[in-house]
């Protein structure tokens, strides 16, 4: 029987973090999971997808604002949906290979001897890049969405990771140096030595 491992991947946005954990599935031929754990949380907790992935990453989101102008039900809100996915990933890690792509992944499952954390970066000269060329946004939205998305990313796991994105990391790779194939080729490479694949 083959061995068991976990692959965390953080990223920052438009680094090409999530096309490069599918590559990188697809290499190892694993399961791959990112916003399936937003539907099976949604599903769980019989909430719309959309209020789920709205909740899940952004801290101060004005959706939550305007339903709760005095603040009331947001953070225990994002407390049950963390706790929803959080057993979703235990779930996921303990049933078979797999990466999992953000949400603290990194964090939950940091005392099992079988999880190598990668987190996924590159300039924001790179992101922008990406983002206009990849991603068909314009400059200006590019720029923002990255700012938000990046700050978005940083307070939750500050308060659901306790701490910096890359404190678990094992691995930091600049995908602007590789390319997605390229990034997961060399991520195939340290796993399959790590793991003994």
């Known amino acids: 029987m083959a061995k068991q491992y976990v692959i965390t991947l953080s990223r920052d946005f438009a680094s090409m973090g999530r096309s490069i954990a599918q590559n990188l599935a697809g290499r190892l031929g694993c399961e791959f999971y990112d916003r399936d754990i937003v539907e099976q949380a949604a599903r769980r907790m019989g909430l719309p997808v959309s209020e789920v992935a709205d909740n899940e990453e952004a801290a101060h989101n004005l959706f939550y604002r305007r339903i709760y102008p005095l603040g009331m039900g947001v953070k225990s809100m994002q407390d ?8 979703i990933i235990l779930d996921l890690a303990s049933r078979h290979s797999c990466i999992i792509v953000g949400r603290c992944a990194d964090e939950i499952l940091k005392d099992r001897p079988d999880v ?5 970066f590159a300039t924001k000269a790179e992101r922008l890049k990406n983002c206009v060329e990849k991603l068909e946004m ?5 720029r923002r969405t990255m700012a938000r998305v990046d700050k978005a990313r940083a307070g939750y796991h ?16 600049n995908s602007a140096k590789f390319g997605i194939d390229g990034t997961a080729a060399v991520l195939e490479g340290i796993i399959r030595q790590r793991f003994e694949l």
Request: charged content about 20%; some cysteine.
């Open 80 to 87: 049950e949906i963390f706790q929803v996915q959080k057993n």
């Open 116 to 120: 190598f954390n990668v987190h996924i």
């Open 138 to 142: 314009d400059e200006d939205t590019a």
């Open 158 to 173: 500050r308060v659901y990771g306790g701490g910096d994105v890359t404190a678990n990391c094992h691995i930091m790779l």
